[in-house]
């Protein structure tokens, strides 16, 4: 898919994030289950599905045509980084087809030393075709970033870096902001957790958008709803 086409299809529209961890409920072994959540995600108005692992990846391209947004979440040892952090796993990613291949944008270095503009660089000179996504905390890396060639800046670290600890609520100032100072289109993702949210998110400058646990870890919705019921 052009990169003019994946622009025009997902602006303004919602990306589901179809993802499970090894502790998570709707996690198996031989996989299966993120297809068919990308598959409602798909029939019920999604513009694009946001994945991780190259298994799941690969089925929900099998049963979805929508644009991916792909990552590899992987831990290393000496960096809190654990999104898409070596061009290993972005080797991996391009190799599946993945239109936009999502990188953490944060501030900590890589097992290399690398930066995260850094990383966005070399990328972007191996893949120059390649859409690239920025998953950012603050104002400062997402410019960087973007500035660094990343096509899409996403507000999904924010309130998981030591920086942003605290921010535990969705932040349209924030994206605001972003949108205004960024050359890169902003994605907001994180604390979305109503259509209502959604709404304002975009009204406040957001290009398109990330929900994943409102949707699709129906462990987090019922703890929510609960949550709210002691309460």
Request: proline share 5%; charged share 25%; aromatic share 6%.
């Amino acid at each position: 898919m052009e990169k003019q086409k994946i622009f025009e299809q997902i602006r303004g529209g919602l990306i589901v994030s179809c993802q499970a961890l090894e502790h998570e409920p709707l996690y198996t072994k031989e996989g299966g289950i993120m297809p068919l959540m990308a598959k409602a995600a798909a029939q019920s108005g999604a513009v694009g599905i946001r994945a991780n692992t190259v298994r799941d990846i690969t089925q929900i391209k099998e049963v979805v045509d929508l644009p991916v947004i792909g990552i590899i979440k992987k831990d290393y040892e000496g960096t809190p980084m654990y999104i898409t952090v070596t061009m290993k796993e972005v080797d991996a990613l391009v190799a599946c087809g993945v239109e936009i291949v999502a990188v953490q944008g944060t501030g900590s270095r890589r097992p290399d030393g690398s930066s995260a503009p850094e990383f966005i660089r070399a990328v972007k000179e191996k893949y120059p075709q390649q859409l690239v996504m920025a998953d950012c905390a603050t104002i400062e890396e997402g410019i960087t970033c973007a500035q660094a060639g990343a096509d899409f800046v996403g507000t999904t670290m924010r309130g998981y870096t030591p920086e942003t600890k605290g921010c535990d609520d969705i932040d349209y100032a924030f994206i605001h902001e972003l949108s205004e100072k960024c050359p890169a289109k902003i994605i907001a993702e994180g604390h979305i957790h109503y259509p209502e949210q959604a709404k304002k998110a975009l009204e406040a400058g957001a290009f398109a958008l990330v929900v994943g646990g409102a949707i699709t870890r129906p462990a987090e919705i019922t703890s929510r709803f609960v949550s709210a019921i002691r309460k």
